[in-house]
């Protein structure tokens, strides 16, 4: 295990235990040795305090014993444990690619729209398919092409290009044009979908009728 990793493991056992504690400091009795040989290294690194004699007599008397010694996060040790946990993965290589995935590569202006239309998932009727905020949150950018880089499913990109077809409708139809002419993906809604039936129900529809007459 790589020193940061190990610096993390420590960081996340002192927050699960002063979490369940409910006072937030990790006491002398629950912290693995391993744990506790970093958390000299950490605290001078300010991500993590330890308490003081004041600190101590009152987890004392709640605890009804000595308390010796007793651990919790910084702010700074909350943050870092916070972005670790959400930092972006890395990008598989082009070998690496499921199968079911395809290398989408958008240029500023379409992830921006992109963005916008991710961080509106509560609020949409058709919402972002599954994965897609994730794969927008942790979008790689190459900087030589000034390209913005996704692997994504078929779903997410008919979502993709319904995000597209949203930001058409209200405004530039600059990045749906392009998506469709890069990628082939164009969003398109029956009149089904826009009656509100589920997918399916017109053709269902159109059977029933052409059987009639």
């Given at each position: 295990?790589?020193?940061?990793?190990?610096a993390?493991?420590?960081?996340?056992?002192?927050r699960e235990?002063?979490?369940?504690?409910g006072?937030g400091?990790t006491?002398?009795?629950?912290?693995?040795p391993p744990?506790?040989q970093?958390?000299n290294?950490?605290e001078?690194?300010?991500?993590?305090?330890?308490?003081?004699?004041?600190?101590?007599?009152?987890?004392?008397?709640?605890?009804?014993?000595?308390?010796?010694w007793?651990?919790?996060?910084?702010p700074y040790?909350?943050?870092?444990?916070?972005?670790a946990q959400?930092?972006?993965?890395?990008?598989p290589?082009p070998?690496?690619v499921a199968?079911?995935?395809q290398?989408v590569e958008?240029?500023?202006?379409?992830m921006a729209?992109?963005r916008?239309?991710?961080t509106?998932?509560?609020?949409?009727r058709?919402?972002?398919?599954?994965?897609?905020?994730?794969?927008?949150?942790?979008?790689?950018?190459?900087?030589?092409?000034?390209r913005?880089?996704?692997?994504?499913?078929?779903?997410?990109?008919k979502?993709?290009?319904?995000?597209?077809?949203l930001h058409?409708?209200t405004?530039s139809?600059a990045?749906?044009?392009?998506?469709?002419?890069?990628?082939?993906?164009v969003?398109?809604?029956?009149s089904?979908?826009?009656?509100?039936?589920?997918?399916?129900a017109?053709?269902?529809r159109?059977?029933?009728?052409?059987g009639r007459g």
């Amino acid at each position: 295990m790589r020193n940061w990793e190990k610096a993390l493991s420590v960081l996340e056992a002192l927050r699960e235990r002063g979490q369940a504690a409910g006072h937030g400091w990790t006491l002398d009795t629950e912290l693995l040795p391993p744990h506790q040989q970093g958390v000299n290294a950490l605290e001078n690194q300010g991500l993590i305090e330890l308490a003081d004699r004041e600190d101590r007599a009152e987890l004392s008397a709640l605890e009804g014993r000595p308390v010796w010694w007793a651990a919790r996060l910084t702010p700074y040790g909350h943050d870092t444990l916070a972005y670790a946990q959400s930092r972006p993965r890395p990008e598989p290589t082009p070998g690496e690619v499921a199968p079911d995935r395809q290398l989408v590569e958008l240029i500023p202006s379409q992830m921006a729209v992109l963005r916008v239309f991710v961080t509106l998932s509560g609020q949409l009727r058709v919402p972002p398919a599954e994965g897609l905020a994730e794969q927008v949150r942790t979008a790689s950018c190459d900087h030589g092409i000034k390209r913005w880089q996704l692997h994504l499913t078929q779903e997410q990109m008919k979502s993709v290009a319904y995000g597209f077809w949203l930001h058409r409708m209200t405004g530039s139809a600059a990045e749906a044009n392009r998506f469709a002419r890069e990628y082939g993906v164009v969003h398109s809604h029956s009149s089904a979908e826009r009656a509100g039936l589920p997918p399916g129900a017109a053709a269902q529809r159109g059977a029933g009728s052409s059987g009639r007459g």
